[in-house]
């Protein structure tokens, strides 16, 4: 199956990818490898997954907010492939960092929504390294923030 058909298969709806709101860019490309930005916790009606993990949240709500972080990022790698899934080799890597509580120990299964999602989306090819950290804040608030990097064919 293509990328496309097994975003069609799991029933992924990719958001419309965002523009930065600081002093960076989105994604950017260098030789094969592709960069993306970190992809914040956005729902699907374009609200912010809020909250601390440990406190206001749990891990499911987590795991969630990390699926929508990973759809993000499909999207931007998308459109920096000029909407041609294809031109993706594999996921090197992503970093996940999770909005949570001093005594919070179970960001690795909060970005795990990340990590089953990629490679629902590209199979064996998103088979990724990965960091998964605590943070004591992320922008806005967020719950979740994941970037990756990707290889080109």
Not at 86 to 91: A, G, L, M, V
Not at 116 to 129: L, P, R, S
Not at 142 to 150: L, T
């Amino acid at each position: 199956m293509t990328f496309e058909e097994n975003i069609k298969k799991e029933n992924f709806n990719l958001p419309s990818p965002s523009a930065p709101v600081g002093s960076y860019v989105a994604t950017k490309i260098i030789g094969k490898l592709l960069y993306i930005s970190g992809q914040i916790s956005i729902d699907e009606s374009g609200n912010l997954i809020k909250g601390k993990l440990g406190k206001e949240l749990n891990t499911e709500d987590g795991y969630k907010a990390a699926i929508r972080c990973a759809l993000n990022i499909t999207s931007q790698a998308k459109k920096a492939c000029n909407n041609d899934l294809s031109k993706i080799k594999s996921c090197v890597k992503l970093t996940g960092f999770v909005n949570s509580t001093d005594h919070y120990t179970e960001q690795p299964k909060v970005i795990n929504g990340a990590s089953d999602t990629i490679v629902k989306i590209f199979g064996d090819e998103g088979m990724h390294t990965r960091a998964a950290v605590s943070s004591n804040s992320l922008p806005l608030g967020v719950a979740v923030e994941v970037d990756a990097i990707f290889e080109l064919n």
